[in-house]
């Protein structure tokens, strides 16, 4: 089946839009970590390929990426170009993370002219930012994101950055 191939490394994903349905929320199994050392914060660094810096480097301004560094769908990539994108386990979310450690309805990314901020829905695990558990924090370049067993990196667009830089 299509929705369960992996993805190439080559892939993009663009998160779709969609509705959430408040009657899916009845009965979430989502199981949690094991012990506190699966959370440890160690950075990746900047390893990065040169299909993955070549993505960063086509971004347009106003869009950001996801790169999945680790957890079952690792070498994922996913366009943030939407003013809204939801991130979860539900099979309508945006970002669709298909693990028991994730919740359906885990996080939502929203974008703010080309700021990105990330906000935890409640989630049973929790959302880290930096190796810290957060309710909602603002996203910066190479941040790295702890969603269940997902760990991912966050690229804004290099046009977006220079700006930032320059004000």
């Known amino acids: 089946m299509e929705h ?8 993009i994903r663009r998160a779709a ?9 009845a009965a979430d199994t989502t199981q ?13 660094g900047s390893e990065l390929g040169e ?4 993505a960063i480097d086509a971004l347009p301004s106003g869009a950001a990426l996801l790169l999945v560094r680790s957890g079952p769908t690792a070498g994922a990539r996913y ?14 979310a945006d970002i669709f993370f298909d693990d028991v450690t994730v919740s359906r309805r885990h996080a ?6 080309t700021a990105f901020e990330l906000v935890d ?9 930096n190796g810290e558990r ?5 996203l910066t370049n190479g941040a790295e994101v702890r969603i269940g067993k997902f760990r991912l990196n966050f690229f804004v667009s290099p046009a977006d950055l220079a700006r930032a830089t320059e004000a």
């Open 4 to 11: 369960d191939r992996r993805p190439d490394q080559g892939d």
């Open 17 to 25: 839009g969609s509705d959430a349905h408040d009657s899916d929320r």
């Open 32 to 44: 949690t970590f094991g012990h506190d050392s699966d959370l440890s914060f160690v950075p990746f």
């Open 51 to 54: 299909a993955e810096l070549d």
């Open 79 to 92: 366009l943030l170009d939407a003013d809204v994108t939801s991130v979860g386990r539900h099979p309508e």
């Open 108 to 113: 939502e990314i929203s974008r703010t002219g």
């Open 121 to 129: 829905q409640r989630s049973l695990n929790g959302t880290y930012v």
């Open 134 to 138: 957060v309710d909602r924090a603002v």
